[in-house]
């Protein structure tokens, strides 16, 4: 007989997660983003303010990803150092972006657990297990198929990266200004690519606006949610 463990997971374990691991809080939030889910949050006056700053921080964080570009790049080519300063209140405003949206994601995928899950039941199941509930409900991506996109996205970003730079920019040419420079936006560029990506998939998904427009949501809608249905 295969044990039975009544405390695989908590609520506790599921934020700190959020908080530390960046695909799962990715997911998290590309799911609270979902029309289905919005509808369900937006029902309470409370979560439907935390829902609103959640969305706005979300297009200030792409604004600034992309002006910090734009700033390194006008650095580069006008050589005023002056430019450079513009990216100071951007990294001070992103990070203050950054730790809010954590919270914020936090706050909001706990809330909807609780509305999904009883105490007792969400101790019995893992992450992905939660994740393939809200998967199987809503047809979106799995917490694993968002892990592999990640993946699959930062493998081809890189050698992509290092064939244009082979290709393009000769190695004599490849001064300490412009590897700086290369270095710098990278990161960015991929951060707004996989977001692009993520976002891409789930659009991509059953639209399920409404639990009757998916047989498979319906379905799973109509479940109890039980220890035993994952």
């Known amino acids: 007989m295969i044990p039975s463990y009544d405390n695989i997971t908590s609520t506790e374990a599921i934020a700190s997660t959020i908080d530390n691991d960046r695909q799962v809080r990715h997911w998290f939030s590309s799911l609270l983003l979902c029309p289905a889910i919005k509808s369900r949050l937006i029902r ?9 700053e959640f969305t706005g921080i979300c297009r200030q964080q792409k604004t600034i990803f ?6 390194l790049l006008l650095t580069y080519v006008y050589l005023q150092k002056l430019i450079l300063l513009g990216i100071i209140p951007c990294l001070c405003l992103g990070a203050r972006n950054h730790f ?40 979106i991506p799995s917490i694993i198929q968002v892990i592999n996109t990640y993946s699959r996205t930062a493998q081809n970003f890189m050698i992509t990266v290092v064939i244009l730079l082979a290709l393009i920019i000769p190695a004599p040419v490849l ?18 690519l996989i ?10 998904s059953c639209p ?9 949501g319906k379905r799973a809608h109509q479940r ?5 249905d994952l």
């Open 224 to 228: 109890t949610v039980s220890g035993t």
């Open 44 to 52: 309470d006056e409370r979560t439907k303010q935390l829902f609103k």
């Open 175 to 192: 001064t300490g200004r412009k590897i700086i420079l290369i270095l710098a936006t990278a990161p960015l560029i991929y951060s707004l």
């Open 66 to 71: 992309i002006l910090i570009i734009l700033f």
């Open 195 to 204: 977001s692009f990506v993520i976002a891409k998939i789930f659009s991509a």
């Open 208 to 216: 399920d606006k409404s639990q009757a427009t998916c047989p498979e």
């Open 100 to 139: 809010r949206e954590k919270k914020l994601v936090q706050e909001l995928s706990l809330t909807l657990l609780s509305s999904d899950f009883e105490g007792d039941v969400i101790r019995k199941k893992t992450l992905y297990q939660i994740g393939e509930f809200y998967a199987d409900k809503y047809r």
